[in-house]
C-alpha cells in the first residue's frame, strides 16, 4: 500500500528530549509519545528542584505540543517489557528513543552500599515523588551531610537540605520530604570536588543561591583559592564571573549587614576542593556510616583540562549522610538497540543510531547527561533535523503505509497494559493541584502508579456515570 498521510513516528520517553523532539517533528508527521509512567515530562517533574518552579515553565510549550492534532501520549507503557522495539518499528516509519538517564554512576569505592549513602538521583528523587524513590526515607538525623560531587543537581540537593521549612511549604515538594526535612538535624554541608575552583561544574546562579540562602552561612578554607585570583584574568566571561563571586564569598570580609545576617545563621555550607573519595567509614557496628575518607589531590594542567592527581595524603571527615551527585548514567532498553556501555549512550550520528536504518535518538541517551534543558532542545531538535533530512533524501522509506499506534494499542490490549492518554494525565494533574491547594502548596504530588492509574480511571468511571444519568433523565 502507498502511503499519502503524515509519516508516523514514535518516541520513547516523554521528559524533555522528547517533547522537544515531537514539537520538531509534528509539522509533518504523526507523532506517538509511549512513557512508562503515567505522568510526562520525566525530569522536568522529577528531577528540577522544588524551588525553581520558573524552570518547569516549559511544561506549558509541551502541553500545547501534546494536544496537538497530530501528537498522541501513551503513558504507563513500558517499553522494553510490554512492547519491544522490533514491534515498534514495524509499526511506525521511524522510532526515537529520548528515554534518558535512569541509572546511577557508582562510586567504585568501599563501604558505598552503607546505610547513609544515597545516589543524588534517588535522593532529588525522594523529595520530588519519583514512584520508585517513595521508599528512601532518608536518615536526616546527623549534623553533617557530605555531597560528592560540584554541578548544580549537587547545590540542588545542598539547598533543599539547608532551605528554612517556611521555602520549601509553599513548593511542590513532596509532603514525605516535606516531613522528614522539618525534622531534620542537618546544620552543615560540605560539597566536594576532585578538581579546583576554577572547574567547578555548577552555574553562578546556583552559587548565588547558596550565597544568599536564609539562615545559612559559608564556611570555605581560603588556602584552596591560592593562585585563582592570578587566573581569573584569562578565564571566559561566565565562567569569570562565577569564580569571582566564589572568591568574594570564601576570602572578602562582609559588609555590616552581611556579617550580621551570618552571624545569627544557624547552619553552614561549603565547598572542598581537590579531594576524591577512597572509602566510606562505618560505624562500629557496621551497619551504618560514620563518616567519610577523602585523598587529597594536587592539579596538572591548567583550567578546564586540568585533571586531578593523588598526592597519597588523605583526610576523614565525620558525617552521617552522604550524596554521591557524580553523575546520571543511560541504561539499554533492548537487546536489539546497539549501546555502547562505555561511555553509556547509544552510538549515534548526529542522532542517527548506528546500523539501525530507522532509529534515532535524542537527549542524555544520545550525548550523555550533560547540559540544562536548553542544551536537551538543541539536541533534540538536531535529531529531529536529521530525521526529516532522511525522509527528503530517501534514505529514509516511507512511502509504504504504517498501522502505527492501531497496531501497538491491539498488541498492548492483548496484553493487558492500559495506557494512560493524556487527557487521562490532566485529571491527575486536576487532582494533585486540588491537593495542594487545601495546603498552599502549587500541586502534592501522588507517590505511587497505583494511585495515579485509579484517579485517572476513576475520573473515566464517574464520567460515564454522568452521561449514563443524563440519558436517563
Known sequence: VICFCSPKVCIVGSGPAG???????????????????PVPFGLVRFGV??????????INTFTQTAKHSRCSFYGNVNVGKNVSITELQQAYHAVVLSYGAEGNRSMGVPGEDLAGVYSAKDFVGWYNGLPSCRELSPDLSCETAVILGQGNVALDVARILLSPIDILKKTDITQPALEALAESQVRRVLIVGRRGPIQIACTIKELREMVNLPDTRP?????DFDAVKEALKDL????????????????EVPGEKEQERRSKASRTWGFRFFRSPVEVLAEPSHSRIAGIRLAINKLEGSGEGAHAVLTGEVEDV????????????????????PFDSRKAIIPNTMGRVKQAAGLYCSGWLKTGPTGVIATTMNNSFDTARSLVEDMDSGTLDVSAAKPGSQSISALLEKRGVKPVTFSDWEKIDNV?????????????????VEEMLVFALLYNVIEHLKSVFEEIK
Open 19 to 37: 517533547f522537544y523532539t515531537a514539537q520538531h517533528l509534528i509539522k509533518v508527521w504523526t507523532v506517538d509519545i509511549y512513557e512508562r509512567l
Open 49 to 58: 528542584a522544588p524551588d525553581h518552579p520558573e524552570v518547569k515553565n516549559v
Open 219 to 223: 564556611d570555605m578554607v581560603a588556602a
Open 236 to 251: 571566559p566571561r561566565p565562567r569569570k564571573r562565577l569564580t569571582e563571586l566564589m572568591l568574594k564569598t570564601a576570602l
Open 318 to 337: 565525620s558525617c552521617g549522610l552522604v550524596v554521591s551527585s557524580i553523575g546520571y548514567k543511560s541504561l539499554p532498553i533492548d537487546p536489539s538497540v
Open 432 to 448: 494533585e493541584m486540588k491537593k495542594g491547594e487545601s495546603s498552599g502548596k502549587p500541586r502534592e504530588k501522588l507517590l505511587t
